[in-house]
């Protein structure tokens, strides 16, 4: 497993999924439609 620093980890784990999920809120607004599939806020390597 590598050792991520700090800043990644905030990233990865706080900002993405929170501004994300906020965002999420407001797709049907934005795109004048409803999202085909569910978003995902794993950005995370595979």
Not at 9 to 35: M, Q, T
Request: no cysteine; proline share 7%; aromatic share 16%.
């Amino acid at each position: 497993m590598k050792k991520r620093n700090f800043l990644q980890f905030a990233y990865e784990e706080f900002w993405v999924p929170l501004l994300g999920r906020g965002l999420s809120i407001f797709i049907k607004s934005i795109e004048g439609k409803d999202p085909k599939e569910r978003p995902t806020f794993d950005l995370r390597e595979k």
